[in-house]
């Protein structure tokens, strides 16, 4: 077991289990649907580019096996570091990536924006600098005092509206979005809704179009 947790020690735990990035978010005031622990780690994995580059035209199965894959690995990431945690004497608690066999409702993306490590497209989705939307997020919130990341509260995907045009949904409106800002005036939800009547059998949330058209995606 670790001797000690600091942003350091529970990085590099983090890493051996397959984690990107993650980062850390003041939970003060509470996120909606957070526990009443101080602080929010939200933690990042990338769907793989292959899987990415053969969804220019809706969801394939490579993306439902890999979505679930991620899932499942980012559920055992978050289990076994409030394992971590609690073995230390500290509170923690998981909240499952969204879709997940355990998933409540929490806003991950929130998590993730308030820890600084990216921001919400034109889309609606959460887009890292390193990734794109291309990843899967999961939080664990704990009293472990770490220092939190400066919160991006503004998109930063400029004049790009790749994935506004590629929606065949007409999902995005173009507009950039800024902390607070109702989903509606972003995105247009129900659209994205009807469109993903066509994938039933995949039991997708999203098609992945967007995904795939965001040049950040793409990177290998």
């Not at 020690?9 to 003060?28: H, I, K, M, P, S």
């Not at 990536?97 to 034109?122: C, M, N, Q, R, V």
Request: include cysteine; hydrophobic fraction near 40%.
């Amino acid at each position: 077991m670790l001797t000690v947790l600091d942003r350091h020690t529970v990085g590099q735990f983090l890493r051996a289990r397959g984690v990107e990035a993650w980062g850390v978010a003041a939970n003060d005031p509470r996120l909606p649907g957070a526990p009443a622990l101080p602080r929010g780690l939200s933690i990042l994995m990338r769907i793989d580019p292959a899987v990415i580059r053969g969804m220019k035209h809706g969801p394939t199965e490579d993306y439902r096996e890999e979505y679930l894959r991620l899932n499942d690995s980012l559920d055992d990431a978050t289990a076994a570091l409030v394992g971590l945690l609690l073995d230390h004497g500290h509170d923690a608690a998981t909240v499952p990536a969204t879709g997940s066999e355990h998933d409540g409702f929490f806003p991950h993306k929130t998590a993730a924006t308030a820890a600084g490590l990216g921001w919400i497209g034109k889309t609606a989705l959460f887009v890292s600098p390193e990734f794109g939307p291309a990843v899967r997020l999961a939080t664990v919130f704990t009293d472990l005092e770490l220092p939190v990341g400066e919160p991006v509260t503004e998109g930063r995907c400029g004049a790009c509206t790749d994935c506004v045009d590629a929606c065949p949904a007409g999902c995005g409106r173009d507009v950039v979005w800024h902390a607070g800002m109702p989903r509606d005036e972003l995105f247009d939800a129900s659209a994205c809704r009807h469109h993903m009547t066509r994938y039933v059998e995949l039991q997708q949330q999203i098609c992945g179009i967007c995904i795939a058209a965001c040049p950040l995606s793409r990177r290998d």
